[in-house]
């Protein structure tokens, strides 16, 4: 079995989820990898469901949960997963678009020890609209980066380039200097409204998923991440997590990443082990593989 430097595709079990409680977004991306939008729903998962998935993560040993969507935050359930997560001794993180926090959310954020995550596109209002479909969501985004650093709420910012004439630098400007301090670039991954295609390539994927994580969707079904939409390895409404992690589909879909990425340029291979989402987690959607962290 091949392994690249910097980290361990040999793992098995999952030591990372993400669960992704929700395909509602107040926004509508030109590249959402979900596909995600205002008109769609929480999916087929219970409160109860998502419980039942925590417990057996806890179970099994996973240390970190990132709450993703959709933007999670609009799930009424978060709060409860959130607390059920952190006494069950897992770290959580949520990835938002941080269009708009409820105060309660701010309060359990601070209380909890969560960490946020989100994209960030321009220092222009007109670009971010462009992509994000929303022309107040760079005000709006922007004042609640600058909330959480206040908090003292940690946060990291991917910056995912979508337009050729992006204003990047700009970009990373203004977020330094609302004081934040992990703010990373990354390319779009081609999923969800971002690919015309059925799926994204595996030879596209970082190759991190070929290791110990797993993602969780709106309507129960397991994969190996988040951008493999169509590559199913099982299903918590019909079987446990656990069954799934010792299922052969999951071996099967494991090797076929593997493979597929062993030559992947896209995790640098001096890596150590920034890619690894226990030290991130990097490869969540609008992030990257960060070599040097
Ligand atoms: S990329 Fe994120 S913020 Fe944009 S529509 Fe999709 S889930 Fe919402």
Known sequence: M???TGYDVTRHGASFLWLELTEKCQLNCTHCYADSGPTK???TMTTGDWLAVIDDAAAIGVGVIQFIGGEPTLHPALPE???HASARGIATEVYSNLVHIRADIWDL???????????????QAEQHRMITGNARALERTT????KAVRLGVPIRVGIVTVLADQRVEQARRLLTDLGVEDIEVDHVRRAGRANADADVKLEELCGQCAGDVLAVYPDGAVRPCVFTRTLEVGDVLTS??????ESQELVTARA???????????CNPTCNPGCHP????????????????
Request: hydrophobic share 35%; charged share 25%; glycine share 8%.
């Open 240 to 245: 446990s997590l656990r069954d799934v992690i």
């Open 2 to 4: 091949t392994v690249r």
């Open 41 to 43: 729903s929480h999916g």
């Open 278 to 293: 226990g030290c991130g987690p990097r490869c969540a959607p609008g992030l990257i593989c960060n070599p040097f962290k």
């Open 109 to 123: 954020l601070v209380e909890c020890r969560v960490r946020l995550a989100t994209s960030f596109y321009s220092d």
């Open 81 to 83: 997963l959130i607390r």
């Open 143 to 146: 004042a609640n980066i600058g």
């Open 256 to 266: 076929a990443i593997r493979n597929a990425t062993e030559n992947s340029r896209d």
